[in-house]
């Protein structure tokens, strides 16, 4: 029995006091929806926005609980509210096709003279969030030590839990065409850092174990590091299962920790789990870690630098509630950390953004057609709402190109 949203999540149970808030969070809302190409409806019958009848809609189911949350942080509230029940998509509208459009004039939303004021506003990333050895085991553990089962009910059966790539074709709608496209992402990277047989390869953040699998196929042998105890359980079961245990060796390990020699690094969207404060510590031991002549591919969701700029302070929705500790980081940030840092260059990038969106787009279907399967589980409707809005808002940002993933090949050589 699904527990109630007093008890099982008490951020959603807390209204805010500040009524002067909420009455400023509507006026800007209502100007922002203004030029929009979508529809927001009221109880009243009252529509905002620039749409046609056949826009996107966004229904406002209790206008006073939707403002008073987004009053009290709009970054965190707008989200909440989704989660509560406070809004919802209307009849026909998809969330991510509604989200879209918010997406693509996010930086401009808001007016100028109140983003200058986002600095008093805003909520601070939280202390015990940071990616120190003991706070990164925390946050890895709070999103991916979930359940194996929830993550297997709408991932492929690769258990890939990334960008995939679809090559030149459209998205085929099935198990088979995501892992299809799953398996191309894996031998790209790993073509990128020259995996093949004898290659001693480490892979920092396991997943559920595929690419380390898929390059112990191709004769290496790898050594694949993960925080993650339910991740490590079942990635060592897979191994097992392909007959390659004696190939693969997966540790519950930090990449602070790790020692020795490798011709070859791997890790994949496992830096936005990094923290900011540490992507010197992590670049340096990819440098430490690599062999002479060695290669690194890491695949990272990114973002605009001065997106990254201008938010890299302040406390999201996706922060609080999916990826604790997370933060993206742009294509200069990765450059410049190289540069001061290390002896490496990006000498390879190949743009995965636009796939993003498509590999999104099928998780969340899956995840709604696995749905009674997943409440099985134990997760309740308000979990079930989370993640319709965390897969929506995230297909979103990729579609708008707020949001973009590249692969990136790294070496000693010049860039």
């Given at each position: ?35 929009l ?41 707008f ?17 991510a ?8 004039r ?112 191709r ?32 540790r ?86 190289l ?5 490496l ?58 949001l ?12």
């Amino acid at each position: 029995m699904a527990i109630s949203a007093s008890i099982s999540w008490p951020a959603l149970a807390t209204r805010s006091k500040t009524p002067m808030r909420a009455t400023v969070a509507r006026l800007v809302f209502e100007r922002a929806v203004a030029p929009l190409p979508v529809r927001v409806t009221y109880p009243d019958g009252r529509v905002l926005g620039s749409g046609s009848p056949v826009s996107p809609e966004l229904v406002v189911v209790r206008p006073a609980e939707f403002f008073a949350r987004l009053g009290r942080d709009a970054k965190i509230g707008f989200g909440e509210a989704y989660m509560a029940g406070a809004w919802r998509a209307g009849s026909g509208t998809d969330v991510a096709d509604l989200l879209t459009p918010f997406a693509e004039r996010l930086a401009t939303l808001i007016p100028p003279a109140l983003q200058r004021l986002r600095v008093l506003v805003d909520m601070r990333v939280p202390a015990d969030q940071e990616n120190t050895p003991g706070g990164s085991r925390a946050n890895i553990a709070a999103h991916y030590d979930l359940s194996n089962d929830l993550f297997a009910a709408f991932l492929d059966p690769t258990m890939s839990y990334s960008c995939a790539w679809f090559g030149d074709s459209k998205p085929i709608a099935t198990a088979a065409g995501l892992e299809e496209a799953q398996l191309r992402k894996i031998d790209a990277i790993l073509d990128l850092a020259a995996v093949g047989a004898g290659t001693r390869l480490l892979e920092i953040g396991t997943g559920w174990g595929s690419l380390a699998i898929r390059a112990a196929q191709r004769g290496a042998r790898v050594t694949t590091i993960t925080l993650s105890r339910e991740q490590l359980r079942l990635a060592r079961d897979r191994a097992e299962a392909a007959g390659l245990s004696g190939l693969v060796e997966v540790r519950l390990q930090d990449y602070r920790e790790t020692g020795g020699q490798y011709d070859a690094i791997v890790s994949v969207e496992m830096i936005e789990a990094v923290g900011e404060a540490y992507w010197p510590a992590y670049f340096e031991a990819l440098d430490r870690l690599l062999a002479p002549a060695g290669r690194i591919a890491i695949q990272s969701i990114t973002m605009a630098h001065e997106r990254y700029l201008a938010t890299r302070r302040s406390f999201s929705w996706i922060q609080k509630y999916i990826f604790p500790g997370g933060i993206i980081p742009s294509l200069r940030a990765i450059d410049d950390t190289l540069a001061a840092r290390t002896t490496l260059r990006v000498t390879h990038r190949r743009e995965l953004g636009p796939h993003y969106a498509r590999t999104l787009r099928m998780w969340r279907e899956r995840f709604h057609g696995q749905w009674p399967h997943i409440h099985a589980l134990g997760f309740d409707d308000t979990f079930r709402r989370m993640w319709e809005f965390y897969l929506a808002y995230s297909e979103a940002g990729f579609r708008s190109g707020y949001l973009g993933a590249s692969q990136l090949q790294l070496t000693r050589g010049p860039a």
